[in-house]
């Protein structure tokens, strides 16, 4: 009897553990805080370094300069007639500093989620415009242009 009970134990754990080995982070909208559907992601963007993103929460394209200058160039085209050149901030807030309307942009999954589904007024989703590996890339560049206190750089810790 104590046998039986301890292989069905191991058959459990045997079945269970491929399935920690998939889990995957939940991502949500900043405000509504509903899961996130990547069925209306922009085609491309299931790159190595996204499904990496999806599995860890750390943009694997941070400090990568030859990525940080392309997703420069996105940015200039996507977020900086809201956000400012230099992403000091214009209609929309700076993102270079350490202030912070939703606290969660402090780390990369936070700031992910802002930019896939938007958040209030003109930010809207940008999966209609970006793919998911475009927008980790102007997140490398976001990151890049830090200028606030370096102790609350929640991405690098
Ligand atoms: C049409 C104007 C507009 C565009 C384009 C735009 N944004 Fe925004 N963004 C805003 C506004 C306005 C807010 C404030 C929304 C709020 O508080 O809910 C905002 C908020 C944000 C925030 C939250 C900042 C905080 O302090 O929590 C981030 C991050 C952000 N935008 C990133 C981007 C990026 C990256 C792009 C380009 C891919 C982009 N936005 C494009 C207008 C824009």
């Known amino acids: 009897m104590k046998s039986k009970r301890r292989s069905v134990l191991v058959l459990a ?33 299931d790159t190595e370094a996204f499904k990496k993103f999806k599995e860890t929460g750390k943009n694997p394209y941070n400090g990568d300069k030859a990525v940080i200058e392309k997703g420069h160039s996105l940015y200039l085209s996507a977020c900086s007639g809201c956000h400012g050149h230099e992403a000091e901030g214009k209609i929309g807030p700076g993102l270079a500093d350490d202030y912070w309307t939703y606290p969660r942009g402090t780390m990369d999954v936070g700031l992910f989620e802002i930019l896939y589904g938007g958040a209030n007024g003109s930010m809207g989703p940008q999966y209609v415009n970006l793919n998911t590996d475009e927008m980790l890339q102007i997140m490398a560049w976001i990151r890049s242009a830090y200028k606030g206190d370096p102790a609350k750089a929640e991405w690098l810790k």
């Open 13 to 45: 754990l045997a079945a269970g553990l491929p399935l920690l080995a998939q889990a995957e982070i939940t991502f949500r909208h900043a405000v509504t805080g509903e899961t996130l559907d990547f069925e209306y992601a922009k085609a491309g963007g």
